[in-house]
């Protein structure tokens, strides 16, 4: 009786008339049913920020041979990843700036900004006359796009609690999905002169900047959507200056049943200090997990493209930028099944950790066979090349998914923005390192083709599975906490 009343009292939830977070918790215990319209919103905006990311990667090697800048062959590698770092860099200097702006005014003038960044610099980067053009522009593209954390945090907001695992997910998956469509777009669309003469002549302004077309295409996605943009809801909770409260509710705490995100209302002598979330290790310890995970997909993502395009003498499979385009289509579809459908199963089953778990050590024999798929021809090689492809990034995609919601988790909603602003300025870091450092030892490992210890590829491939092998034992204890109810339904290990 006792506790029936207690939860009694806890659903006799207080709102604010003006505040927009309330709004959308009033709005969340009217709703019935699957969020598709909220599902379909976080999609797109996700989407339309992540294409650009990976969009240059088939495209990439062509670009630098280009630009002249490398003088054999074997450089192309080291310098291209110079240009798909710079975008990370960029990332890890203001994500926490961002999140922060996200905590204060909320998380819809981020995203719009970001949006709206995407607009600008990615059509610049596609008019790149040379090197250091391209990477001053991926730069700011960047530092000035601080969209990922926020929407992190928006996607745990928006939805009743039932829903979380499928709107993390679905961050992730059109994360996930948009730095896989973004470079088929970009081989399908790259040097559309010499692929379609027929439509693009040399000396139109598509002959003139080859890699021009796919940025275009994708830029004029993200204007639609940056204008769709404001018709977005806020979500987080804004009380300063609303009104006074009555002496029984000056020191309340709304807690709201459905979504666990508390709300705290103002008290007469301030506010309680917040948690420090440096001393918060159950997030702390995914983040720096995360860092891992993120640190193998972006080297992986990199790489894949420049051994698919590299010569067959030196490991490669002698791909064209089409070639690759439709590898990494394929791999798309077979995110968004896997994603959309099979995710949320796999974290009501198992949980997120026991999920990131079992797909890292899943990872390690998989990538293992890359270096054999090369010595495949014709029909055979496109049969397992594109399996391996979309079994790769499903796996990978799944873990950063698993790590995302465990993260949000970790923090109150006060505090989410700025925990996600750590989190992308530390990930950003390490992925930054993964396109630098890829590309340099990928080609260190072309030149060393006769090697008596893992020659050629098969070296950068053995580097990205101890990295992912790192990140797999990060996910045991002692390194993480042991895994609480809510977050598995296996007994910890």
Known sequence: MAMEEQREALLQKHYFENCPGCKVEKLKESQRGLPIRELLSIWIVVLSSSLPISSLYPFLYFMIRDFHIATREEDIGYYAGWVGCSFLFGRALTSIFWGIVADRYGRKPVIIIGIAVVVIFNTLFG??????????????????????????AYASEIFREEYQALGVSTVSAAWGIGLVIGPA??????????????????????????????????SLFALVVSIGS??????????????????????????????????????????????????????????????????????????????????????????????VGTVLSISGAGLLVIQTFIYPYLDRLLGPVWVARICGILSIPLLSSYPFIAMLTGLSLSIVL??????????????????????????????????????????????AAGPGGGGAIFSWTQKRQDAAFLPGNQMIFFILNVIGAIGVLMMFKPFRPAPQLKESRIEPA
């Open 127 to 152: 008019l790149s006359v040379n090197f250091w053009m391209a990477i001053v522009v991926r730069f700011l593209l960047g530092s000035l796009n601080g969209l990922l954390g926020p929407i992190k």
């Open 185 to 218: 777009l970009g081989g399908y669309l790259a040097q559309p002169a010499e692929k379609f003469p027929s439509i693009f002549s040399k000396e139109s302004v598509f002959g003139k900047f080859p890699y021009f077309l796919p940025c275009l295409t994708m």
């Open 230 to 323: 404001f018709w977005l809801p806020e979500t987080l909770h804004m009380h300063h200056g609303i009104g006074e409260l009555d002496e029984s509710r000056k020191d309340a705490e709304t807690s709201s049943l459905e979504s666990g995100v508390k709300c705290k209302t103002e008290k007469v002598k301030g506010k309680a200090p917040k948690k420090s979330l440096i001393r918060n290790w159950p997030l702390m310890s995914t983040i720096i997990a995360y860092c891992v995970f993120a640190l193998y997909d972006t080297a992986y993502s990199e790489i894949f493209s420049l051994w698919a395009e590299s010569p067959r003498r030196l490991g490669g499979l002698s791909y064209t930028t089409e070639d």
């Open 386 to 431: 594109n399996c391996a492809s979309v079994a790769e990034n499903a796996l990978s995609l799944t873990i950063l998914t698993s790590l995302f919601l465990l993260q949000n988790k970790a923090v109150d909603q006060d505090q989410r923005g700025a925990a996600n602003g750590i989190s992308m300025t530390a990930i950003s870091l390490f992925k």
